[in-house]
């Protein structure tokens, strides 16, 4: 009996040895396959960003080599002169701005009801609004042109603005995230005489940032890289976000992919500068979102 006990403790630590073995192997093998992901996910904008330094000889001849010899630094300021691309920025800045602004603002209150205030049929009439994230985009484009044409709203940005405005997805998450905050500092607050919009403003809001800064890069990205709305609703070129302008150079300039290239690589800085200082905010909000509810 003491003989097989002394083996069995032998025994206890090369079968923890094994498993340590077992787990790094396994840590190896995700790194390597998150780092293939990776380079595939990346690779794109790398040659673009090469791309975009070449001229329109080498563009395609020399498409593996990644660092051109001659970087043609000349092709943004090409592109910033050939169309007005500053009045694109400025327009694509507006709108997604205030879209966002409005998108978080009317999500954010209509999270709070759904998710702090007590009324009937409040479950149901959430999951009604959920439920309209199935319908396809192209289904509701005809009304909403519609609808925009009859309010005299063709041809201005108010209309970008006003048909991405209310996103249940934005709801959505928001509420997710507020079902995690105790009720009971809500409660407290009403207490003291708080109002229901105190509580949201002073309470809620400032404790979830983290899901607040998620909604803002979704809300932003979705409005910066809209084309298909501008396409519908804008017809003046002093009107056109950066999608569409882009559309409009290449209509001008379809052989020079170069400088297609340096237009795009233009439209992605301040996505790429939002996102660098918002990823701490996004990475938390998605990690937290939904514990609870």
Same mark, same amino acid.
């Given at each position: 009996?003491?003989?097989?006990? /002394?083996?069995?403790?032998?025994?206890?630590?090369?079968?923890?040895?094994?498993?340590?073995?077992?787990?790094?192997?396994?840590? !190896?093998?995700?790194?390597?396959?998150?780092?293939?992901?990776?380079?595939?996910?990346?690779?794109?904008?790398?040659?673009?960003?090469?791309?975009?330094?070449?001229?329109? $000889?080498?563009?395609? *001849?020399?498409?593996?080599?990644?660092?051109?010899?001659?970087?043609?630094?000349?092709?943004?300021?090409?592109?910033?002169?050939?169309?007005?691309?500053?009045?694109?920025?400025?327009?694509?800045?507006?709108?997604?701005?205030?879209?966002?602004? @409005?998108?978080?603002?009317?999500?954010?209150?209509?999270?709070?009801?759904?998710?702090?205030?007590?009324?009937?049929?409040?479950?149901? =009439?959430?999951?009604?609004? =959920?439920?309209?994230?199935?319908?396809?985009?192209? /289904?509701?484009?005809?009304?909403?042109?519609?609808?925009?044409?009859?309010?005299? %709203?063709?041809?201005?940005?108010?209309?970008?603005?006003? /048909?991405?405005?209310?996103?249940?997805?934005?709801?959505?998450?928001?509420?997710?995230?507020?079902?995690?905050?105790?009720?009971?500092?809500?409660?407290?607050?009403? =207490?003291?005489?708080?109002?229901?919009?105190?509580?949201?403003?002073?309470?809620? !809001?400032?404790?979830?940032? $983290? $899901?607040? @800064?998620?909604?803002?890069?979704?809300?932003?990205?979705?409005?910066?890289?809209?084309?298909?709305?501008?396409?519908?609703? !804008?017809?003046? *070129? #002093?009107?056109?976000?950066?999608?569409? +302008?882009?559309?409009?150079? *290449? *209509?001008?300039? @379809?052989?020079?992919?170069?400088?297609?290239?340096?237009?795009?690589? %233009?439209? %992605?800085?301040?996505?790429?500068?939002?996102?660098?200082?918002?990823?701490?905010?996004?990475?938390? +909000?998605? #990690?937290?979102?939904?514990?609870?509810?």
């Amino acid at each position: 009996m003491k003989q097989s006990n /002394v083996l069995d403790n032998k025994n206890i630590p090369q079968n923890g040895n094994n498993i340590k073995l077992r787990k790094s192997l396994f840590s !190896l093998f995700t790194y390597f396959i998150l780092l293939i992901v990776a380079v595939v996910m990346v690779m794109p904008f790398v040659w673009m960003l090469s791309g975009s330094l070449k001229d329109a $000889a080498t563009i395609f *001849q020399d498409s593996m080599n990644l660092i051109p010899d001659n970087p043609r630094w000349d092709n943004y300021p090409k592109v910033w002169t050939s169309v007005p691309f500053a009045m694109f920025y400025w327009n694509t800045t507006k709108v997604a701005f205030l879209t966002t602004v @409005g998108t978080v603002l009317t999500s954010a209150l209509a999270a709070y009801a759904f998710a702090k205030l007590e009324f009937p049929g409040r479950d149901k =009439i959430f999951f009604l609004y =959920i439920a309209t994230m199935m319908i396809p985009d192209q /289904v509701t484009m005809i009304p909403q042109f519609v609808l925009m044409r009859d309010l005299g %709203l063709i041809n201005t940005h108010t209309a970008l603005i006003l /048909v991405k405005l209310f996103h249940p997805f934005g709801v959505f998450l928001l509420r997710q995230f507020f079902l995690t905050i105790p009720n009971e500092l809500s409660d407290s607050a009403r =207490i003291d005489g708080c109002s229901e919009f105190r509580i949201f403003w002073n309470i809620i !809001l400032p404790l979830s940032k $983290a $899901a607040l @800064g998620t909604l803002v890069i979704f809300s932003l990205l979705n409005s910066w890289n809209d084309f298909i709305n501008p396409l519908i609703y !804008l017809s003046d *070129q #002093s009107l056109f976000t950066l999608q569409v +302008g882009i559309r409009y150079f *290449q *209509q001008l300039y @379809g052989a020079d992919y170069h400088l297609i290239m340096a237009a795009t690589t %233009l439209s %992605l800085i301040p996505i790429i500068i939002v996102y660098l200082f918002a990823q701490k905010y996004f990475i938390e +909000g998605i #990690s937290t979102t939904g514990l609870k509810g």
